[in-house]
């Protein structure tokens, strides 16, 4: 089984790849590329979820690797960049969340973070073709070993990087929830929470989450904090 998810994986690859590079020559052959190169990215995106589906009948304990997860984004990547190019007024986007899960003691699921340090809430990317909720309760149960369900969006959190790409944070929370959390997880009382050392930026998103001022936190290219 393990020979057979090596190979499996190695195919997945090689296909993207040969995608990419068909696409390539295509670009260079075709004058209308604005009018085709969503039909192409929604193949893309087919092949992902299909890879997706094979892998989980086949390994129903085991998640997608991350190292197919890192292909398809790349993938992803260089076809946004290239449809920006042909589309000026489209702007490139990387979705991710982060959750908040709060226990009937007041307490919050923390998680210690290495690079940035410090204590921080459950976070995850959205892949494709794959709903924010999901991706959400998805990546808890990566992080955590909880699952989660009853989710609420509270609000967001952008920020544009160096390289001109929007990041966007959706920020849910949820009291519902069962299983057993890992060791890199720890529970905090959230009214103490400031005591502990937390990474940069997570103090004005707990204000989101409180829902009193406001909903979404957005930083310019500058860095400057705008709270809406």
């Known amino acids: 089984m393990e020979a057979f998810k090596k190979d499996f994986e190695a195919e997945s690859q090689l296909r993207v790849q040969e995608a990419q590079e068909a696409f390539q020559e295509w670009m260079l052959s075709r004058?209308?590329?604005s009018e085709r190169i969503e039909e192409f990215q929604s193949s893309l995106e087919n092949f992902s979820l299909e890879a997706k589906k094979?892998?989980?009948?086949?390994?129903p304990e085991r998640h997608i690797s991350t190292e197919i997860r890192n292909i398809v984004a790349d993938g992803k990547l260089a076809l946004e960049r290239r449809r920006l190019n042909a589309n000026k007024q489209a702007e490139y986007c990387e979705l991710t969340n982060m959750v908040m899960i709060?226990?009937?003691k007041g307490n919050v699921l923390v998680q210690n973070s290495k690079n940035p340090n410090g204590y921080t809430l459950p976070t995850g990317h959205i892949e494709l073709g794959e709903s924010f909720v999901q991706s959400a309760m998805r990546d808890v149960k990566e992080k955590t070993g909880l699952n989660v369900e009853q989710l609420c969006l509270c609000g967001t959190k952008q920020f544009i990087s160096s390289d001109n790409c929007r990041h966007i944070v959706f920020l849910y929370k949820t009291n519902v929830f069962n299983g057993i959390e890992n060791e890199e997880s720890k529970w905090i009382p959230l009214s103490n929470i400031h005591d502990y050392k937390l990474i940069s930026g997570l103090n004005d998103v707990l204000e989101v989450f409180e829902g009193t001022k406001y909903n979404e936190l957005y930083y310019n290219a500058q860095y400057q904090l705008k709270k809406y």
């Open 31 to 33: 004058p209308d590329l």
């Open 54 to 59: 094979h892998i989980s009948k086949a390994f």
């Open 102 to 104: 709060q226990d009937e």
